[in-house]
Each structure stands twice: as structure tokens, then as C-alpha cells.
């Protein structure tokens, strides 16, 4: 009997499977320096207002995803504004206005794409973009003050 007839099916594809998960749950890796790289990057004020830009972006193209029917993409697309772009901003905007920052990171982390999500209205899911942008024009304006 050889070995691959002995370890067929979904035990034989246990192990590898269980060797990934114990790699990626190790150690210091190139991701996580490269994430806190990134955060260190935009720790001044001047930076992360760039940054706002850039999630405006975000939100814009997966405003427009949805409103063509593609909710997957949206979602994506604004998880990947909120990961990418305003984690960079939550450092210094935490220090202007926490609360601001805290209202920002529910609104577009969790509200958003939780209409996304359950499939709501495209009007609904752009009433909070437009309601993100507005807190964003807020946050632009804490950073600018603190700027200075």
C-alpha cells in the first residue's frame, strides 16, 4: 500500500492545511512590519489629511460599485479605504477629536458596509457616504488645527 492511498481525502489534506495556520499564527512577519511602517509613515497631521483624500476615494468608487449592482466590489472597496487609507488618519485625528475619530471609524468600518451588506437602497448607502464625507471635512479641519 503506498502512502498516498493511505492518506487520501480529507485527512491527507488536514496536515498541510494545519502547517499553514501554525505559519501564519508565527512570529514577526514582512505584513505587520510593513502595516506599522505605514502607520508611522502617517503620524503627522499633514499626512493623514492626504490620507482623507484618498478614503473620499474609497468611498466614492465603492459608492459607485453599488449603485451599478456590484456589492461585493463595494464592499470590498470601502474595507479597503477604511484598512488602507483611514487607519492612517485614526493616529492624529485621535489626538485632535477622539470623538470625531470614533463616530468616522463606526460610520465607514461598520455602518456602511453593513447596508452594503443587507442589500439596502443605494440612496441609503449614499446618504452615509455623504454623511462620511462631512464628518471627513470635520476631521480635515481638527487636523489642520492641530497643523499649525
Keep these: 500500500m503506498t502512502i498516498r492511498k493511505r492518506?487520501?481525502?480529507p485527512i491527507a489534506l488536514a496536515a498541510p492545511l494545519t502547517a499553514l495556520a501554525l505559519l501564519a499564527g508565527c512570529g514577526d512577519d514582512d505584513s505587520s512590519s510593513s502595516e506599522k511602517e505605514k502607520h508611522e509613515a502617517a503620524a503627522t497631521p499633514q499626512k493623514a489629511i492626504a490620507e482623507i483624500a484618498l478614503v473620499r476615494a474609497?468611498?466614492?468608487?465603492g459608492l459607485a460599485a453599488y449603485e451599478n449592482g456590484d456589492a461585493r466590489?463595494?464592499?470590498q472597496l470601502i474595507g479597503d479605504s477604511y484598512l488602507?487609507?483611514?487607519e492612517?488618519?485614526?493616529g492624529p485625528l485621535g489626538e485632535a477629536?477622539?470623538?470625531l475619530n470614533e463616530e468616522l471609524e463606526e460610520l465607514i468600518r461598520e455602518e456602511i458596509r453593513q447596508e452594503i451588506q443587507q442589500g439596502e437602497k443605494p440612496a441609503e448607502?449614499?446618504?452615509l457616504v455623504?454623511?462620511?464625507n462631512a464628518q471627513l471635512n470635520q476631521a480635515e479641519k481638527a487636523l489642520k488645527g492641530q497643523a499649525t
Design 7 to 9: 492518506f487520501s481525502g
Design 58 to 61: 474609497g468611498l466614492a468608487a
Design 73 to 75: 466590489k463595494a464592499d
Design 84 to 86: 488602507e487609507h483611514f
Design 88 to 90: 492612517l488618519v485614526e
Design 97 to 99: 477629536d477622539e470623538e
Design 125 to 127: 448607502v449614499a446618504a
Design 130 to 132: 455623504e454623511e462620511a
